[in-house]
């Protein structure tokens, strides 16, 4: 079993940054792919980004240059760093993994509580 903790979500202007970061309950080299979603008021949950063994990285075109997804093995952390944000970028975001054998994050195994981020214009 693996307990995922988000962190870092808030308000923020247009244009500006915030980075997330979802602290895990144990070894985060003991698990599979591990990315993030977002839920929008009234929307579903979308796969914003995700980063599997190998640190081989994957986008959402919505995002696509502007969010960087990473992971620290020593601190069992992961991040998303997100940059020029949007009013559009404003969900709840989750922290999602992965049980190791899987080779996509579009199965979930454990879910974070979400961290809301809020941009205004």
């Known amino acids: 079993q693996v307990q995922l903790v988000e962190s870092g979500g808030g308000l923020v202007q247009a244009g500006g940054s915030l980075r997330l970061s979802c602290a895990a309950s144990?070894?985060?080299?003991?698990?599979?792919?591990m990315g993030w979603y977002r839920q929008a008021p009234g929307k579903q949950r979308e796969l914003v980004a995700v980063?599997?063994?190998?640190?081989?990285?994957n986008y959402a075109d919505s995002v696509k240059g502007r969010f960087t997804i990473s992971r620290d093995n020593a601190k069992n952390t992961m991040y998303l760093q997100m940059n020029s944000l949007k009013p559009e970028d404003t969900a709840v975001y989750y922290c999602?993994?992965?049980?190791?054998?899987?080779?996509?994050?579009?199965?979930?195994?454990?879910w974070g509580q979400g961290t809301q981020v809020t941009v205004s214009s």
């Open positions: 999602a993994a992965a049980h190791m054998e899987r080779n996509t994050i579009s199965i979930v195994d454990y």
């Open positions: 144990r070894s985060i080299s003991t698990i599979g792919p």
């Open positions: 980063i599997m063994r190998g640190d081989r990285t």
